[in-house]
């Protein structure tokens, strides 16, 4: 079978973005807007993924709801419920979807259960950084297939943040050789998680609250969470001293998303004043990643020691990422069809990128 | 005499940062809102540095504009006009300063006469990128600085998009070591004209409207401008084949900047939402970029030929920048001040940049 091309850097041509939809005669959403509603007050239920007022997540979606009130002078009301209060965790995309609650902010990865297509819109391993993840989603065609696929759940997603680059995770042992990875036990879920099992890795999936005592007692051998500033809270530098650079995650895309039916109700002042708020939550909690993670990689312990996963295992994980892309894309036309639009816009970015961020950090260093 | 260690990547502590005023006795800016004008319809008139709709940072203060309407159900009105319609692109600053007008959407750099310090809230060659230009503004205390000495002149600097890493520039003849650059007459405003005059540049200034005729005519031997997406309209291709990867520009920040005193009479609604949509508009601005200098570099001429310039003329411009920046710091208090706020945040970013985005776009490759 002939391996798709995905990781190539041929340049291709603008004309590859103008496809812009996976099922063309779908896409009659309503575009009618209710300035009906314009000046009433609006309180809308939003819940989230993360415990209350959890650190640059939480607290993100938290500032983000205040920006809506004072954008709005006071109209707009966003009362945001941690997880468990209103909903469970993993179950804010059904109670949205169902307009038991109006909104919620969680992370797009979790929802491939739902159409394996929504992992692309999260980020994919060894892709595109945020910045590059946002471009295609507003400029590259992502944000139409995103709301075309969301639309059939109810649903209307906008960018609700992202983490910048993540980690690739802390280790017990040191990995160094492909064959070190065979048989290893990993907390790592999502596409990344698909990698490491082709590449000999067993990986499991625990609840945040199990991640550290299972590392500790070494029921599991590694774990990738987020970045210094998370992990650190997390302690897992006394289990396991090896702590390795990211590759699975380099721009994970977080979402604020709306009852659909809800959002066209809205006012136009209200949609405008919602996106607004989004984009700046967006922008705000990138840098406040990057701040954040700087300062707490300045404070770890000395015990800690930083290493880059090596080269062998790096082009096996390239291998194996084509090949879980051709798989999921022969089990799903919009996994296909989504995964076109990225590639054009990868193809179309990666010289321009290379020549550009990547080549002035290498000057710069 | 000793030489600034400017470019050590040594980790810093976070207390490094606790500093953040250069002259904390005349911060005494007046807090107070004046919500008395809430709801009331306000008008302000805002000037550009720019042609009428020009592109990306032209457009880009239109949407801006246009969004400040939508998003305050038409209550505020920011009339945009373009440069030497109502203020010549270069006396914006100083006609908001007089309050002739109410605001300007320019480049920082422009304003060196008024306090050297200025040309660092602008970008730095060899320096931060704009996400982590942002960051520092943000997080590192660098908008506190700027404020406190635009104050001085009645104004009050917002961050109104950034341009993304620039290109070096376009050269009529290859440049393979640095003795090809002695006596080059080349088009470079700004820190990176004084560190090419430090290698032997001969830097000029011309307005945009020469600088073609100039490059074609040989009165000048290279030129930078931005990026591919606005080169290409420059038509630079057709007169120096050798474009060069950037090291001087990459991260350079636009600003919205308003009248003190007319900023402080604004409704705490108004200037949220001022604030808000600078956020969307640089957001949107650097993916603009992204996307449309990917787009323009796919197109180039097939004669072009993208060059690096040789590792010895970039070690040269690192110790050429340091001494520059130790010459300013000599004449001025607060470019030194402005400078240790900008050092401690570079030497504690560094670090976690090196081994999250660099690091993955190595892998990447």
Redesign the interface.
């Known amino acids: 079978m002939k391996r798709r091309d995905f990781l190539t ?1 041929a ?4 004309g590859a973005l103008a496809f812009t939809g996976c099922h063309r005669a779908e896409e009659t959403a309503s575009k009618g807007s209710a300035n009906i509603n ?2 009433k007050k609006v309180t809308l239920k939003l819940a989230t993924s993360w415990p209350a007022h959890f650190p640059i997540m939480g607290t993100g979606v938290d500032t983000f709801a205040k ?1 809506c009130g ?2 709005s ?1 006071g109209t707009l009301e966003i009362k945001v419920f941690a997880k468990n209060i209103l909903v469970p965790a993993m179950q804010v995309f059904d109670a949205t979807s169902a307009a038991q609650i109006d909104a919620f902010h969680s992370g797009v990865y979790y929802w491939k259960g739902k159409n394996s297509a929504f992992s692309i819109f999260g980020g994919m391993p ?2 595109l ?1 945020s ?2 993840m ?2 295609w989603l ?3 065609g992502g944000y139409e297939l995103w709301r075309e696929l969301y639309g059939k759940f109810n649903l209307y997603p906008l960018i609700g943040g992202t983490t ?2 993540q ?1 690739g995770g802390w280790f017990k042992k040191e990995i160094k050789s492909l064959a070190d990875l065979k048989g290893l036990k990993m907390r790592i879920p999502g596409l990344g998680g698909e990698v490491m099992k082709r590449l000999g890795v067993n990986p499991v999936l625990l609840p945040a609250g199990e991640i550290y005592t299972a590392l500790e007692r070494g029921t599991i051998d590694a774990t990738e969470w987020v ?2 500033a998370l992990d650190s809270m997390m302690g897992f530098a006394k289990a396991a001293p090896y702590y390795y ?3 699975h995650e ?1 721009g994970s895309i977080l979402e604020i998303t709306f009852n659909k039916a809800r959002w066209e109700k809205l006012s ?2 209200h949609r ?2 919602i ?3 989004s ?2 939550m ?3 909690m ?3 990643f ?2 954040k ?3 707490a ?3 770890l312990p000395d015990t800690v020691q ?1 290493k ?1 996963f090596p080269k062998e295992m ?1 082009e096996a994980a390239k291998v194996a990422l084509n090949d879980v892309l051709m798989d999921e894309s022969a089990k799903s036309d919009d996994f296909k069809c989504v995964l076109k639009s990225y590639e054009a816009f990868y193809k ?2 990666k ?15």
Chains 1, 2 share one sequence.
């Open positions: 850097t340049a291709v041509g603008a314009k000046g920006r004072e954008l002078g060894l892709g950084t910045e590059e946002i471009t507003k400029f590259g910048g680059p980690m970045g210094p650079t990211g590759w380099p136009d002042e405008a004043i996106t607004a708020a984009e700046e967006t922008g705000n990138l840098q406040e990057r701040y993670n700087a300062k990689l300045a404070e930083i880059t790096m179309l970015n010289p321009w990128d290379d020549i550009s961020t990547k080549n002035f950090l290498e000057i710069r260093s």
